[in-house]
């Protein structure tokens, strides 16, 4: 089992709105973000390979935008779904799944 201790003291990386109160509903939030980020990158993407965006821009477009944000969001999404694998709100029988 690997060692998820570091996660005890991890901080939000991104502003969650308020709204949002269960584990689920961050989690529903930060894909909906990464899906966001993605298109974005697309976008920019078609940019570059249609003329619009030199290489130079591209390339620091991805590294000043792009990835700072990805890492945040990617973060966040293995801290709540380390919360949610900790959790013991349901009982599970495994007997009870066919294989």
């Known amino acids: 089992m690997p060692d998820y201790s570091w996660m005890n003291n991890y901080?939000?990386?991104i502003r969650i709105p308020t709204q949002c109160v269960k584990v689920v509903d961050k989690l529903e939030f930060l894909y909906?973000?990464?899906?966001?980020?993605?298109?974005?990158?697309?976008e920019k993407g078609k940019d570059y390979r249609e003329g619009r965006?030199?290489?130079?821009q591209w390339l620091?477009?991805?590294e000043n935008f792009f990835e700072p944000r990805h890492l945040k969001i990617?973060?966040?999404?293995?801290?709540y779904k380390y919360?949610?694998?900790r959790s013991n709100r349901y009982p599970i029988?495994?007997?009870t799944i066919e294989a």
């Open 11 to 13: 901080k939000n990386q």
């Open 60 to 62: 620091a477009w991805k």
């Open 74 to 79: 990617a973060g966040n999404i293995g801290f």
């Open 83 to 85: 919360k949610l694998k």
């Open 93 to 95: 029988n495994l007997d």
């Open 32 to 42: 909906n973000a990464e899906e966001a980020l993605r298109l974005l990158h697309n």
């Open 53 to 56: 965006l030199t290489k130079e």
